[in-house]
């Protein structure tokens, strides 16, 4: 009698252990619910007035944009001028960053990508950028001396982000964590750090700590920054570019994207032309650290 209680005992555990395995058939290869779609590739771009969109925005800028293009609205004033809420997707019409910027490097990066990626693949950007901002004014722990010291103008510009840029990356991110997957960073930035030669360490941090706080593995996704406007077309920030190329030394996976040939409106930004070719190379060189893209070329293996 024993015998065959113990015989029942053993095979009530295996049934109640064997339907634990089927109530629960996730593996690790599995997708859960806030896992966002691999189809989706998702860049954070922040910096100043260029990443912002400083050149004017041409009738055809406007025409035959993509859907697979999105972008995600940041800013609250968006609603009342373009009709986008605030962490929500849309198609990626100019302007980008808020509705009373210009052309982007976005634009032209975003727009490169879905030409030569699969129609499967669509692309997001969530853009963060203010004019004139130095880049402490995107750092975790420093954007509140930075506020405490900036200009009544600068400070109407933290605030539409809450007075915390950095806080409002994470927060947006981590929305379009759950329909996406990060795939890169984009910064253009240092004019207002012109000529400081810690300016790779403070990007250093930022990058980690905004891997670190979306549960992104270090070094696993790119950064991207690019050049100021060089002296020949009018640039006055252009000895930058020597303490940007110093920037890999600091993240391995960074890549500087060259403003040769980029043409400029002013001391600081460039045209509408330039926004153009520049945001191009960004979607250039994107293209060429994923593992396959389509092109009019064919399709090609890198890595």
């Known amino acids: 009698m024993k015998y065959i209680q113990l015989l029942l ?3 009530t555990g295996f049934v109640i252990s064997l339907s634990g395995v089927f109530a629960n058939p996730a593996s690790d290869n599995s997708l859960t619910e806030l896992d966002g779609d691999p189809n989706f590739h998702i860049y954070i771009c922040f910096g100043q007035s260029n990443m ?3 050149s004017p925005i041409e009738a055809s800028d406007r025409e035959a944009v993509d859907s697979r293009f999105k972008v995600m609205a940041v800013s609250a004033d968006d609603f009342q001028h373009l009709g986008r809420f605030a962490g929500e997707w849309y198609t990626a019409n100019p302007p980008l960053c808020r509705w009373d910027n210009g052309l982007t490097p976005a634009d032209y990066f975003g727009r490169t990508l879905v030409d030569s990626l699969p129609d499967s693949i669509e692309v997001g950007v969530i853009m963060v950028a203010m004019g004139g901002s130095g880049i402490d004014a995107f750092d975790k722990h420093n954007y509140t001396e930075y506020y405490h010291n900036a200009d009544a103008w600068q400070k109407g ?10 806080a409002k990356i994470i927060e947006m991110a981590k929305i379009a964590q759950q329909s996406g997957v990060v795939k890169g960073i984009l910064l253009h930035q240092g004019e207002t750090n012109n000529g400081q030669p810690d300016w790779p360490q403070k990007v250093q941090k930022i990058y980690y700590d905004i891997l670190n ?7 696993s996704i790119p950064l991207l920054a690019g050049e100021m406007l060089r002296e020949n077309q009018g640039g006055i920030c252009w000895g930058m570019n020597s303490i940007i190329a110093n920037l890999p030394n600091y993240i391995p996976n960074s890549h500087v994207i060259s403003s040769e040939g980029c043409s400029g409106i002013d001391d600081f930004h460039f045209t509408n032309e330039g926004q153009k070719e520049l ?3 960004y979607g ?3 293209l060429s650290l994923l593992e396959t893209y389509d092109s009019d070329e064919g399709k090609f293996g890198v890595g």
Do not use: C, K, V
């Open 9 to 11: 005992l053993l095979f």
């Open 52 to 54: 912002e969109g400083a």
């Open 157 to 166: 510009l933290m605030n539409i982000y809450g007075g915390n840029p950095y």
């Open 213 to 219: 706080d979306l549960d992104i593995e270090p070094n």
């Open 279 to 281: 945001g191009t190379r």
């Open 284 to 286: 250039i060189q994107m």
